[in-house]
């Protein structure tokens, strides 16, 4: 019997913390790449172009087609869009994915972007699970957001199993994350325990609160509508970052 309780207890670990990944895939004609990744709880987007360019990725096969849902790098801080035909996409109401690193080595920007699997309304549900993901891509010659002039084309991710080790189980478990993202008056925090103190800074850099967590949230409702990067102090001495989007 205990040894039955044990094998189930292992598999429902394995499928709990079961992930997938795309592995890179070159995004020929435009000189990008894309690399999907999901878990459970979301999916981790890394998009890599010539650093000076506009870098789109949309999902699906219509390409363009009215409905169709986006990732659009360029220079406004919006990345969630919706497309409606050969016109310039919409940038989403609410931006469910957030830009977590955005660094430039040489010539190259390297993107990643994380979101909730189903994401928010009118975005492309991308399961957490093996089988293959249709997408359409294109890049322009400067970062406004524009038309495509540097190229664009279709391309077929497939998604296959990346199980979590033991060791990345228990450091997942140990995370300090916030959610919901989005958020419009609370932010709860797991793992908010870990936590000695945060400080909250707007998109300019400057600090705009400081709190220390007393129980499993704190409001964010005195702070306006836009961007904010939190610097999380744990209790071990060390410092994470969060970045927070207030509707």
Same mark, same amino acid.
């Given at each position: 019997m205990?040894?039955?309780?044990?094998?189930?207890?292992?598999?429902?670990a394995?499928?709990a913390?079961?992930?997938f990944s795309?592995g890179?895939?070159?995004l020929?004609?435009?000189?990008m790449?894309v690399?999907?990744d999901?878990t459970?709880?979301?999916?981790?987007?890394?998009l890599?172009g010539?650093?000076?360019?506009?870098?789109?990725i949309?999902?699906?096969?219509?390409g363009?087609?009215?409905g169709?849902?986006g990732f659009?790098?360029n220079s406004?801080?919006?990345?969630?869009?919706?497309f409606?035909g050969?016109?310039?996409?919409?940038?989403?109401?609410s931006?469910?994915?957030t830009e977590?690193?955005?660094t430039v080595s040489?010539?190259?920007?390297?993107?990643?972007a994380t979101r909730? $699997?189903?994401? #928010?309304?009118?975005d @492309?549900? !991308?399961?957490?699970?093996? /089988?293959t993901?249709?997408?359409f891509?294109?890049?322009k010659?400067?970062?406004?957001?524009?038309y495509?002039?540097?190229?664009r084309?279709?391309?077929?991710?497939t998604m296959?199993?990346s199980?979590?080790?033991?060791?990345?189980?228990a450091a997942?478990n140990?995370?300090?994350?916030l959610?919901?993202?989005?958020a419009?008056?609370?932010v709860?925090?797991?793992?908010?325990?870990?936590?000695?103190a945060l400080d909250?800074?707007d998109?300019?850099g400057?600090?705009?609160?400081?709190v220390?967590?007393?129980?499993?949230?704190?409001?964010v409702?005195? $702070?306006?509508? #836009?961007?904010y990067y @939190?610097e !999380?102090?744990l209790?071990? /001495?060390n410092?994470s970052?969060e970045?927070?989007i207030?509707?």
């Amino acid at each position: 019997m205990k040894k039955t309780l044990l094998t189930l207890s292992i598999a429902l670990a394995n499928f709990a913390w079961a992930q997938f990944s795309s592995g890179t895939v070159a995004l020929p004609v435009t000189g990008m790449t894309v690399k999907l990744d999901t878990t459970p709880t979301g999916v981790t987007l890394t998009l890599t172009g010539e650093s000076n360019s506009m870098l789109g990725i949309g999902f699906g096969t219509t390409g363009m087609g009215s409905g169709s849902d986006g990732f659009i790098y360029n220079s406004t801080a919006n990345r969630d869009y919706t497309f409606i035909g050969k016109t310039m996409p919409n940038a989403d109401p609410s931006q469910d994915w957030t830009e977590t690193s955005n660094t430039v080595s040489g010539s190259i920007r390297t993107i990643v972007a994380t979101r909730s $699997l189903s994401g #928010g309304a009118g975005d @492309f549900a !991308i399961p957490n699970a093996a /089988g293959t993901i249709n997408i359409f891509y294109a890049r322009k010659s400067d970062n406004i957001l524009g038309y495509h002039d540097a190229g664009r084309s279709y391309a077929t991710l497939t998604m296959t199993s990346s199980t979590l080790s033991t060791n990345e189980v228990a450091a997942a478990n140990k995370k300090v994350s916030l959610y919901p993202n989005p958020a419009k008056t609370t932010v709860n925090f797991k793992n908010i325990d870990r936590i000695s103190a945060l400080d909250v800074y707007d998109a300019t850099g400057r600090k705009v609160k400081s709190v220390k967590p007393d129980g499993e949230n704190i409001s964010v409702e005195d $702070l306006k509508p #836009g961007i904010y990067y @939190f610097e !999380i102090k744990l209790k071990d /001495g060390n410092l994470s970052y969060e970045k927070l989007i207030k509707e």
